[in-house]
């Protein structure tokens, strides 16, 4: 099993990125997550890793022992724990001029109880193979080809917030790969070694002095509005880890000595409120409803970094598309049963975006000294629920043919049911479009092929 990809990037500088920190997370499909146990040195001869994986209901774990490496020219490893009876990755690399070079993967492999596993299963794993070698690639490809329009500028010191988030375990690997350094806030023990830095916004903890050197700030973290019923004391708490955790990280680049020159913070589109059918872009004034006030009051807490003189862009991000977290996870079992459908009348917009081009537009903004103020994080394309159902129905092979009624969202799950699953709201990415963000994923059915590891029907 093999597959070949021509790769617009010098042969050094792909064999480089794989070799940087957080290309394994990088290269792990969306739909196969893995959980990296143990990490021994990167993909030199002798190295090991030892990851967790799932496959359905179960986890198991496989460990690999890397057994050659070729500079720019070969890494191979072999499985030393794990399902298969015999398992040969070889990564090859091979230059097609000085700008372009072609990236290889190939695996010989055998199943358990071979030849009869293979007659079974044979077909299956060729295919899944196949879909994730394909996924690789277009990950590299796209990649290196982002962080190659900026290779002129140095590599830059950034912290981030809420790290171990959907987002912020996805921008990670994204950076370190593109050669910069990330350093995270933590609310445990800090691991300084790994440039961790304690704070606890509750206590208004954080060390100014600790963050000096950083170029760039990127503000993630907040409690999950998303989660049970909206209680009084759980919209206190929602707000409350908001604002004050916005506010500590501005007030403390503030008193820097040295303040990064972007902060890049964290809001929401639920900022607009219900629009039915109405376009709405950056100008547009909040809505009325509880989640536009925790944006309009989110964003007002960075301030003091504005006032500071440092470019602060507020991202409204839309509802993220991936697997491993958000909607799209809690969509994925009701519609593999055959199970799914539109919510309501289904006439309500959704203004989505894929988790690659989160990180991505992120990245674009850090990289363009013109934009500040509010950013729209969603593709051109919003759809509605009824849209969504029929699309996600189509790329599983599943029928959507259910409806949940209204009552019953209000019944569940109260006011936030009402305003996060029945309102209505069409946001335009005026800033990105304007400032020339190419989209990797701009409809919703590319989108959810390459997230779910599925071929066009």
Not at 92 to 110: I, M
Not at 194 to 206: L, V
Request: hydrophobic share 35%.
């Amino acid at each position: 099993m093999n597959k070949k990809t021509l790769i617009k990037a010098p042969v050094e500088e792909v064999f480089k990125w794989h070799t940087r920190e957080g290309a394994l997370q990088r290269l792990s499909p969306p739909w196969d997550p893995i959980k990296v146990l143990e990490y021994h040195g990167s993909i030199d001869k002798g190295s090991v890793v030892v990851l967790e994986m799932t496959a359905g209901p179960f986890t198991y774990k496989w460990q690999a022992i890397h057994t050659e490496y070729i500079e720019n020219n070969l890494f191979r490893d072999i499985q030393v724990k794990g399902p298969f009876s015999e398992w040969i990755h070889s990564h090859r690399f091979e230059p097609s001029g000085n700008e372009s070079c072609w990236l290889e993967d190939s695996v010989d492999y055998k199943l358990p109880f071979h030849p009869i596993s293979k007659f079974i299963l044979g077909r299956y794993i060729k295919e899944k193979l196949n879909n994730i070698f394909l996924y690789r690639h277009r990950i590299t490809s796209d990649d290196i080809e982002t962080h190659n329009k900026h290779k002129n500028r140095k590599p830059l010191k950034i912290l981030i917030s809420g790290a171990s988030g959907v987002i912020g375990s996805a921008i990670i690997p994204y950076l370190t790969t593109g050669g910069h350094m990330v350093r995270r806030l933590v609310r445990r023990p800090p691991v300084t070694s790994k440039g961790e830095i304690f704070w606890n916004p509750a206590e208004n903890i954080i060390s100014p002095e600790a963050m000096e050197g950083v170029d760039c700030v990127i503000h993630l973290s907040g409690e999950n509005i998303a989660e049970g019923r909206w209680t009084e004391g759980k919209k206190k708490s929602i707000i409350e880890s908001r604002t004050k955790s916005t506010a500590i990280i501005a007030e403390a680049m503030a008193n820097m000595k040295t303040p990064p020159k972007v902060f890049i913070s964290a809001s929401a589109t639920g900022y607009y409120g219900d629009r039915g059918e109405s376009i709405v872009t950056e100008d547009d004034e909040p809505g009325s409803y509880f989640v536009s006030k925790i944006c309009h009051e989110w964003e007002k807490a960075a301030e003091p970094a504005i006032s500071k003189g440092i470019r602060t862009a507020l991202i409204r991000i839309g509802t993220v598309l991936t697997p491993e977290g958000g909607a799209l996870q809690k969509l994925l079992p009701t519609f593999r049963f055959g199970l799914g459908g539109k919510i309501a009348s289904g006439e309500q917009y959704m203004s989505w975006i894929s988790i690659d081009d989160v990180i991505g537009a992120i990245h674009h903004i850090i990289m363009d000294d013109n934009i500040k103020g509010p950013v729209n994080l969603v593709t051109p394309e919003p759809v509605t629920n009824r849209e969504l159902t029929k699309t996600l129905g189509k790329v599983l092979a599943r029928p959507s043919v259910f409806t949940v009624p209204s009552f019953a969202i209000r019944l569940f799950f109260g006011e936030m049911g009402n305003e996060l699953l029945l309102s209505s709201v069409k946001v335009k990415p005026s800033k990105l479009l304007d400032s020339g963000y190419r989209f990797r994923f701009p409809t919703l059915e590319e989108a959810l092929l390459h997230l779910l590891g599925k071929k066009k029907q």
